[in-house]
C-alpha cells in the first residue's frame, strides 16, 4: 500500500481553483520530487495535505483518509513538515525552535535531537543562538530539524533551497539523502531547483499551472530529450 495517496485533488483559494485534479502516489521510503515554476502550486499541494486549503478528492496516508483533519492531527498522524519561508520563532534559541516541533512527540525528544545533531551539527554548537542571527541556510537546517522532531513516517519538505548558495544545498541534499538511507523516511519536495530535486528523487511530478503535467521516475524524465529540454534547460 502507498503511505500516501493523492486523488482527483482540487484546492480552492475563496472562488479561485488552484489544484485541478492532481493526482499522485508516493512509496514508502521513496523520495519524490513535485517541481514547477512560481505560481505552479507546489506550496498549495504541501498545504492541501496539511488541511490547510479547502479541497476536494481524496488524500490517503496508509489507506486512512486524511482530508478534513486539521494540522495537528496530521502531525500526529506521522506528517512532518518544512514549509516554504521556514516561519521559526526569530527570538528563541535554535534549541527552542526544535523543541517547539516535539510537542507531538516528547517521549521521542533526545533521540530526534540526537538526530538532528547528527544530520546538522552546526544546530548543535548553535543551539542557544537566536534563529533571527543565523544565515538562511542554517534556519533552512533548524526548519528541516523542527518538522524531524515531530517523529514523522512522511515529511514534505517545501522548496528547501530557496535563494541559498550551491554548496549549502549540497549540504542540504546530503543530509535528505542520508535521513532517507539511514531512517527510511518517506519524502516529498517540492522544487524549482530543478537539478536538486532530480539529484535526490526516485520519480518526479512536473507541476503546471495547478495540473500535473508530466510524471514519471526521474532516470525516464531525464532521457527523454524533449522532455529534458522543455522541463529541464539541457
Ligand atoms: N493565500 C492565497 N490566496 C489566494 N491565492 C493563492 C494563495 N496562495 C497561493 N495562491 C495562488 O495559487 C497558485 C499556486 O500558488 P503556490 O504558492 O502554490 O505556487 P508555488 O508553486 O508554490 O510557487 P512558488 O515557487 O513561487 O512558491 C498561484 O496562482 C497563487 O497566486
Ligand atoms: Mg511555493
Known sequence: MA???IENLYAYYGMAESLHGVSMKLEEGEIVGVIGPNGAGKSTLMDSIMGLVKTTGSIKLEGREITGLDSSELVNAGVGYAPERAHLFPYMSVRDNLLVGAYTARND????????????????????????????????????????????????VDEPTIGLA?????????????????????????????????????????????????????????????????????
Open 3 to 5: 503511505i500516501l495517496e
Open 109 to 156: 525528544i533526545e533521540k530526534n535531537l540526537e538526530l538532528v545533531h547528527s544530520l546538522f551539527p552546526v544546530l548543535r554548537e548553535r543551539r542557544s543562538q537566536e534563529t533571527a542571527t543565523q544565515s538562511g541556510g542554517e534556519r533552512q537546517m533548524v526548519s528541516l530539524g523542527r518538522a524531524l522532531m515531530t517523529s514523522p513516517r512522511i515529511l514534505l
Open 166 to 234: 550551491p554548496k549549502i544545498c549540497a549540504g542540504i541534499a546530503d543530509a535528505l539523502v542520508r535521513l532517507n538511507k539511514e531512517t527510511g523516511l518517506t519524502i516529498l519536495i517540492a522544487e524549482q531547483n530543478v537539478n536538486f530535486a532530480m539529484q535526490l528523487a526516485s520519480h518526479i511530478h512536473v507541476l503546471e499551472t495547478g495540473s500535473v503535467a508530466v510524471s514519471g521516475p526521474t532516470e525516464e524524465l531525464k532521457s527523454d530529450p524533449e522532455l529534458a529540454k522543455a522541463y529541464f534547460g539541457h
